[in-house]
């Protein structure tokens, strides 16, 4: 069945349907009619436009939300830089390794001592370009073991984040509404919207990965031949409906009802607390908003006769370059599918790519990496950089080569994603060497033990 069985249970109700235009209210009347600035909006409320693109970008690409609110998002003190120690800013300021050395890590620490929330839990692990010219991404991991304060907002003026659950359950309150995030699901929260992360489930404690598009948006794939449904089909992806809640009372100064409001801007750390909440949206309508998707309903297409297709066709949201078919970055997954390709080695083949390759897994296992030491295991993940050749391990090469090719199925209870990316990426000093979980070895228990099956002329 398309549809994953969490083990969370869903909380909220939402709409439905990839890059459309919708509208929600939390209260009957508070959508004006046919307008949206009258001079006295319903209800008393503010009017302010959200706008994810330059006004003038052309009506296919433009991105925007009319919110109204009951207190307009510039009402606050000005923003100060924030001093504490953050391990997650300086991570964005170190120096980055640029390096063709294949690399793998064990999996990421979890939080144990429930020290940071899910803003101080980001750490870049590598990336490219500069937010300030709007160029480029940053590729982190996350791992956060208590909830963001009660009256704590954080959003990104660099660019939209895509969140990639691995442990543990997120309940994002964002200002258009409230969403759950689960392992085996994803999320993507556009530039500039405000929100609170909670953690749900058992352990208390969540750790996954992220991407930050600093350039354009994440879009759907072109189908191409393929037709006009597969992969990802725009209806099931899911927005929050409109919740809003009323805290808008004594001033800052005075010490009460302080919210504090943290901004990442060009990579640095800033905050504000001002006197109301920055989730008193009550209603809005447009088409700039944040959303999640079930990576269980993804619509796996391949080979029905032989060889092994390029893993573009695994792509479920895309963010393109200036250079038709070219992405600054892809999401792609390898979810349980069948494999029958005749005469066909059926894993991954050897490649070098101009594009670099990020991979994690979320859970089970990845078919193309079995042995080696160390191994790639959930909650850990890959870089193989521009031009860096990959492939499977010496055990699963051998395997497959061998096997008996009857229709099969791989990669039950298993999903591991990619970031791809056409930048080189460059490694933080924490994802190099801070973090103590690159895989020494990994070229040499991967691959320095490969056989030689040649038999040509001097083989004998």
Not at 250 to 256: I, L, P, R, V
Not at 401 to 420: D, I, W
Request: glycine share 10%.
């Amino acid at each position: 069945m398309p549809v994953t069985n969490f083990s969370i249970p869903e909380k909220y109700e939402y709409l439905v349907g990839f890059d459309s235009y919708h509208q929600s209210e939390a209260h009957p009347g508070a959508l004006p009619l046919a307008q949206n600035s009258p001079q006295k909006p319903p209800l008393g409320l503010y009017a302010e436009k959200l706008s994810g693109t330059a006004f003038t970008a052309p009506r296919h690409e433009n991105k925007q939300t009319w919110l109204y609110r009951i207190l307009p998002s510039c009402a606050h003190p000005p923003f100060e830089p924030v001093t504490a120690h953050n391990e997650a800013v300086e991570t964005q300021h170190e120096k980055k390794h640029y390096i063709p050395n294949q690399l793998r890590w064990d999996p990421f620490d979890h939080d144990e001592h429930a020290e940071h929330d899910f803003v101080d839990g980001l750490k870049l692990v590598a990336g490219a370009g500069d937010p300030t010219l709007k160029q480029g991404i940053g590729i982190y991991v996350y791992a956060c073991g208590r909830d963001m304060n009660e009256k704590e907002a954080y959003y990104s003026a660099d660019g939209d984040l895509l969140l990639v659950p691995q442990e543990g359950g997120l309940d994002i309150r964002t200002e258009f509404g409230r969403m759950v995030v689960r392992p085996m699901e994803i999320a993507v929260l556009p530039r500039g919207v405000k929100y609170r992360v909670e953690i749900i489930g058992d352990s208390k404690k969540a750790r996954g990965y992220a991407l930050e598009l600093y350039q354009g948006h994440f879009q759907l794939p072109e189908l191409g031949p393929i037709g006009s449904n597969g992969l990802a089909n725009a209806r099931d992806f899911q927005v929050p409906k409109a919740d809003f809640e009323e805290d808008y009372g004594a001033t800052a100064q005075e010490g009460k009802n302080e919210w504090r409001v943290k901004v990442k801007f060009n990579n640095g750390l800033y905050e504000t607390v001002q006197r109301h909440s920055p989730f008193d949206v009550v209603a809005w309508h447009g088409n700039y908003y944040p959303f999640k998707y079930d990576l269980g309903r993804f619509n796996t297409i391949g080979t029905i006769s032989y060889d092994h297709p390029d893993p573009s066709i695994f792509t479920v949201l895309t963010a393109p370059s200036e250079k038709v078919g070219t992405a600054v970055a892809d999401f792609v997954i390898f979810p349980p599918r069948w494999l029958v390709g005749e005469d066909t080695f059926r894993p991954p083949w050897y490649h070098r790519n101009t594009m670099s390759e990020f991979m994690g897994l979320i859970q089970g296992g990845y078919d193309a990496k079995k042995g080696g030491k160390g191994g790639f295991v959930p909650g850990g993940a890959s870089l193989h950089n521009v031009m860096s050749g990959h492939g499977p391990d010496r055990d699963s090469y051998e395997g497959a080569r061998e096997a008996e090719l009857k229709p099969q199925k791989v990669g039950e209870g298993s999903c591991a994603f990619m970031f791809e990316s056409c930048l080189m990426v460059g490694v933080t000093e924490w994802g190099l060497r801070r973090c103590r979980k690159v895989q020494g070895g990994y070229n040499k228990h991967s691959w320095e033990g490969v056989e030689v099956h040649w038999k040509g002329r001097n083989s004998q």
